[in-house]
């Protein structure tokens, strides 16, 4: 019996001991800049002791749970001192950290930072642009463009010269998620595509996540871009703007609660109507015309951040911008008005709750409002007479309202495991056509067109970050769901990503991904215009489909150097295109879904990418070489053809550089093959009697009639454009100044924007006129453009 208690007794400690032994605690708290109290996303914290890590989410979270004993946490981030704390872990600890910035440092010790590399992280197909970096690239007329800065990545082009449309591994516009605080955005450009919405002063970071995709994003086919607007400084007061050549900002932020409550208030406009209206007004009165003019875009970003505790945050952000064209003519009584302004509204209600130091939530509420009106008014009158009015407005849009939660949950440094769901109810506008007159003979009030249609958005999503060692893999489910007009469609996407680091710190990453979109954008692949409608999935337009794979290799050089290389290959189904002949006229002759076709699509190819991000030399060099192929049964007789934007070859070289703490430089250099076109190849003309004017009869060439040859089957001049700008910054009593001059296409390369055709006559070696051509000419618009800017921040 006694030995039998003995043996009890034995066995009980040693569960114990192994108990003991096994005991972990978890370290969690905020990361944040210490000037502003900004959270700093994918900081690294990492225990030099166990060699285990973690990042901050979104909102600057982390959470890192290691075994009871000594701990020498260190953490870092680009661009700010490293700080190191040494402490015993033997209970729940939490720890907010606050970063300066190294700009500050007398001296920076790289050595002794660790920072985050490319070979260490399981995601691939994705680029990170600090938005200070993004400041530095040389603008068209100075103004900061976050789109065309992405541009400038491998596997993104632009939609033609000027534009900010982003084409992504093949994609179109529409199968970009553009989300800014977590709200899609439906459009994205000002006057016609030249500019984006986003003003870069009120933008903490960018992320474009091009293939790979987790399994918390959804609803499109190519991309994801996440922007991220400040918080507001928590601290002080604070504020920067600009005055430019065609546009003025200001930002504005600083604490209403210090260390509790903070706003940022941000504002951008055109003033080019401001300029000419004096100098139209006065050549219009001279003629007896009174002249109104509005030709302008703003922008207004808003955003409260509240913190209750250490649990418990809240974030309210909204942005309003609007493009307005419009002229208004008054000539003897008689009025005639007309214009076409466009815009988005966006608004979003974020709650942060921190559960326990394991599992973070937030809840989010949407709201996106995208509308587009053309209105054309006429007023006349007659003297005794009722005044006569006819009017005339097109609408379309689509708006949204959703709500979605997402929590993470961080059981041990192995598994990062993320889930949560989503609902977003749609409203399409997708064109009505109001048209008023009081004339007593053709009375008309009436509305033309397309009705309404609303549509249901489900989501739910789980993943797992898995790290084994060498090996890592996020491993994830997307399963979404579509309801239409008493259709329903659904969909479950598998998300695999691998990672495995070989022993000379080279990572070979691998990844797969299925996406569902469900709404759509009606265009043409000519220009990118603001009269594109968005329309749902009905029970005739299935759901856009598609499914990539990637493979590719990783590695930071000399500390300072991302180097990636990476091949593709992305298969899509049901894409959307108009039928050959089909004509858009606002879509008010009859039902869209009478003129589009769907079929296949197919895009792969191989990206370089090479990226410095600190020290005072900073930029990337990027490379693609690409194929991007679509077919449709109803187009080009069913033959697979390139698809508009197919480029061949892409190339960027970016490059900033601090020649002192005062002057500082940027280039940037592009290169890509020509878009391809559609041509006539032959045509056919006949003779045709004519008249004089004394009667006399003569005979004569008719117009020519011509044939296109294959869809997309001929190229325009290669694209190439240099980009050059200098900052001069000087230290002011208040703050800082800095002017940038800059210059746009320096050498002045005649960029093609599109194609004209005009009739030649051909003539014989004796000069009698034999027939006549079609000849085709490239036009550009956009010579060497300089620009100036004044900036300051106080």
Known sequence: MLHVFRAASLLVFSILSFQLAAQKFTISGYIEDADTGEKLISANAFDLRTGSGAVSNTYGFYSLTLPKDSVHLEISYIGYETKAFDIFLDKNTTLNIKLGSSVELAVVEVSATRQARIEEDVQMSQVDVPIEQIKKIPALLGEVDVLKSLQLLPGVQSGGEGQNGLYVRGGSPDQNLILLDGVPVYNVSHVLGIFSVFNADAIKNVTLTKGGFPARYGGRLSSVLEINMKEGNMNEFHGEGSVGLISSKLTLEGPI????????????????????????????????????????????????????????????????????????????????????????????????????????????????????????????????????????????????????????????????????????????????????????????????????????????????????GAFKANIGLHASGFAVNNKFYHSIQPRIGLRYLLSNDVALKASFATMTQYINLLTSEALSLPTDLWVPSTKLVKPQQSWQVAAGVAKTLWDEYEFSVEGYYKDLKNVLSFKEGASFLFGLENDWQDKVTQGHGQTYGAEFFVQKKKGRTTGWIGYTLSWNWRQFDDVNGGKRYPFRYDRRHDISVVVSHDFTKKISGSLAWVYGTGNAVTLEVFGYESWQKYYDANGNTYFDYSNIVGTNGEKNSFRMTDYHRLDASLEFKKDKKWGQATWVVGVYNAYWHRNPYYLVSTTKNVYDQNGNQIGRKTVFKEISILPIIPSIAYNFKF
């Open 257 to 468: 609660w210090k260390d509790k409550t903070s706003f940022l208030i941000s504002g951008r406009r055109t003033y080019i109507d401001l300029l000419t209206r004096p100098l139209i007004r006065a050549a219009a009165a001279s003629e007896g015309v009174d002249v109104k003019l509005k030709l302008f875009f703003y922008d207004l970003n808003a955003k409260i951040n509240h913190k209750f505790n250490d649990k418990h945050r809240l974030f309210l952000s909204a942005y309003s911008g609007s493009d307005i064209f419009s002229n208004r003519f008054s000539e003897d009584g008689d009025t005639f008005e007309g214009g076409i302004d466009w815009g988005n509204i966006i608004s979003s209600a974020r709650w942060n709750w921190q559960i326990n130091p394991k599992l973070f939530a937030n809840t989010t509420a949407t709201y996106s409002n995208y509308q587009l009106d053309i209105f054309a008014a006429f007023e006349e009158k007659e003297p005794g007479e009722p005044t006569d009015k006819f009017s005339a407005k097109y609408i379309s849009g689509i708006e949204d309202l959703g709500l979605k939660m997402d929590f993470d949950f961080i059981p041990s440094p192995k598994h990062y495991l993320r889930f949560g769901g989503a609902a977003t109810h749609h409203t399409y506008k997708p064109g009505a056509l109001a048209l008023k007159s009081n004339d007593p003979d053709d009375q008309l009030d009436t509305l033309i067109g397309s009705q309404n249609a609303y549509s249901m958005e489900f989501a739910l999503y789980a993943e797992d970050d898995i790290s084994l």
